[in-house]
């Protein structure tokens, strides 16, 4: 009886073994040559997330999302290749549940498993207008500003339309900042009129109440002091992002606008772009971007000048240098760095123990 089991164990290890041999000689981990990505889905179309796996067949594949494993039924559909459909994506089912969440594709075949990385799925939404422009009084060769803002997923792109009609945004007078302000700078009596903010992303299309721009006067000779009328907000960014310092001023002559920082340091070249007659677009901005910027009006030929000030915090990343892993305890260690100019209050470990 013992010699029996003996030959049992013998036999599959031997059977272990040779598996295991066959796997190494033949490339037979398991490998994603194609994973799932973070997408901004559509309500009501088709959705859908890739998932291609190199090894040795027969591999079979299967889906989670929020960590529970997918029904394959009428709604979703797994491909031969991974890949799963559904077929009608929707934010909020009849039944109260959700086909937005985390999605990991998992494959397996004889020699092993592996799964794919999170792919967060977000129906494409849109708000309503949270800021509706105003109406606006504004004198010849003045300056008019309209603004308005909108919430949605993803970010809606902003536009205006005057009387109905899109505003002509080559006209050097008109700047549209990616923020979704207007400025009209030099204005004339043409620019009276109706203007509304259009809104629009994957979910849709909305358009703000419409705000009348009403222009008096004529263009005036008689000197005016610099005026700034909007200044730069303060930011709080992370890096990579874009940096809008808005910057509108009036006066007679028109003043020229020009930035610096308050702690003497350049404000450099790559990146920056002025927009219109005063906004300063730092594109792609790093740490070394915080600090207080300086807008300044300046009376030409004179050193009449006023300003405003805003103050950009540009906040880093986690950097993950280092990462040790005890597999019988389960315990994990992570360096990690925070290259921004917040200062770190709190540090935490934490042990994830085997039930």
Same mark, same amino acid.
């Given at each position: 009886?013992?010699?029996?089991?003996?030959?049992?164990?013998?036999?599959?290890?031997?059977?272990?073994?040779?598996?295991?041999?066959?796997?190494?000689?033949?490339?037979?981990?398991?490998?994603?040559?194609?994973?799932?990505?973070?997408?901004?889905?559509?309500?009501?179309?088709?959705?859908?997330?890739?998932?291609?796996?190199?090894?040795?067949?027969?591999?079979?594949?299967?889906?989670?999302?929020?960590?529970?494993?997918?029904?394959?039924?009428?709604?979703?559909?797994?491909?031969?290749?991974?890949?799963?459909?559904?077929?009608?994506?929707?934010?909020?089912?009849?039944?109260?549940?959700? +086909?937005? =969440?985390?999605?990991? $594709?998992? *494959?397996? &075949? @004889?020699? !092993?498993?592996?799964? /794919?990385?999170? %792919?967060?799925?977000?129906?494409?939404?849109?708000?309503?207008?949270?800021?509706?422009?105003?109406?606006?009084?504004?004198?010849?060769?003045?300056?008019?500003?309209?603004?308005?803002?909108?919430?949605?997923?993803?970010?809606?792109?902003?536009?205006?339309?005057?009387?109905?009609?899109?505003?002509?945004?080559?006209?050097?007078?008109?700047?549209?900042?990616?923020?979704?302000?207007?400025?009209?700078?030099?204005?004339?009596?043409? +620019?009276? =009129?109706?203007?509304? $903010?259009? *809104?629009? &992303? @994957?979910? !849709?299309?909305?358009? /703000?109440?419409? %705000?009348?721009?009403?222009?008096?006067?004529?263009?005036?000779?008689?000197?005016?002091?610099?005026?700034?009328?909007?200044?730069?907000?303060?930011?709080?960014?992370?890096?990579?992002?874009?940096?809008?310092?808005?910057?509108?001023?009036?006066?007679?002559?028109?003043?020229?606008?020009?930035?610096?920082?308050?702690?003497?340091?350049?404000?450099?070249?790559?990146?920056?772009?002025?927009?219109?007659?005063?906004?300063?677009?730092?594109?792609?901005?790093?740490?070394?971007?915080?600090?207080?910027?300086?807008?300044?009006?300046?009376?030409?030929?004179?050193?009449?000048?006023?300003?405003?000030?805003?103050?950009?915090?540009?906040?880093?990343?986690?950097?993950?240098?280092?990462?040790?892993?005890?597999?019988?305890?389960?315990?994990?260690?992570?360096?990690?760095?925070?290259?921004?100019?917040?200062?770190?209050?709190?540090?935490?470990?934490?042990?994830?123990?085997?039930?």
């Amino acid at each position: 009886m013992a010699s029996t089991r003996r030959q049992c164990l013998v036999s599959c290890c031997l059977g272990i073994l040779l598996n295991a041999l066959i796997g190494a000689v033949l490339g037979a981990e398991l490998s994603f040559k194609l994973e799932p990505s973070d997408i901004i889905a559509v309500q009501e179309q088709p959705l859908m997330l890739h998932c291609q796996v190199d090894g040795i067949p027969p591999i079979t594949t299967q889906w989670r999302r929020n960590g529970l494993l997918l029904a394959q039924d009428r709604h979703h559909t797994t491909f031969i290749n991974g890949s799963l459909l559904i077929v009608h994506f929707q934010k909020t089912k009849p039944d109260g549940s959700s +086909d937005e =969440g985390d999605y990991e $594709c998992m *494959a397996q &075949n @004889s020699f !092993g498993r592996v799964v /794919s990385r999170k %792919a967060r799925i977000q129906a494409a939404t849109m708000a309503d207008f949270h800021v509706q422009p105003e109406s606006v009084h504004a004198e010849e060769s003045g300056v008019a500003r309209f603004q308005c803002q909108i919430h949605g997923l993803p970010e809606p792109v902003i536009s205006w339309e005057k009387d109905r009609r899109p505003v002509d945004t080559t006209n050097e007078r008109y700047t549209l900042l990616p923020t979704g302000v207007l400025q009209i700078t030099g204005v004339r009596g043409e +620019d009276s =009129g109706k203007f509304c $903010c259009v *809104a629009h &992303n @994957s979910a !849709g299309v909305k358009h /703000s109440a419409e %705000a009348l721009l009403t222009v008096s006067g004529s263009q005036s000779s008689v000197y005016q002091e610099p005026v700034i009328l909007v200044g730069p907000e303060n930011l709080t960014l992370t890096v990579h992002q874009t940096a809008i310092l808005e910057c509108v001023a009036t006066g007679y002559p028109r003043p020229i606008v020009s930035w610096s920082r308050l702690d003497g340091r350049p404000i450099g070249v790559e990146g920056i772009q002025v927009l219109g007659t005063g906004n300063l677009m730092i594109s792609d901005v790093g740490v070394q971007h915080s600090g207080v910027y300086v807008c300044a009006a300046n009376k030409p030929g004179t050193r009449v000048r006023r300003t405003a000030q805003g103050r950009l915090v540009v906040q880093g990343e986690f950097s993950i240098k280092s990462v040790f892993r005890f597999s019988n305890s389960c315990f994990f260690f992570f360096f990690c760095m925070w290259p921004g100019t917040a200062e770190v209050t709190e540090y935490r470990t934490a042990q994830n123990e085997a039930a």
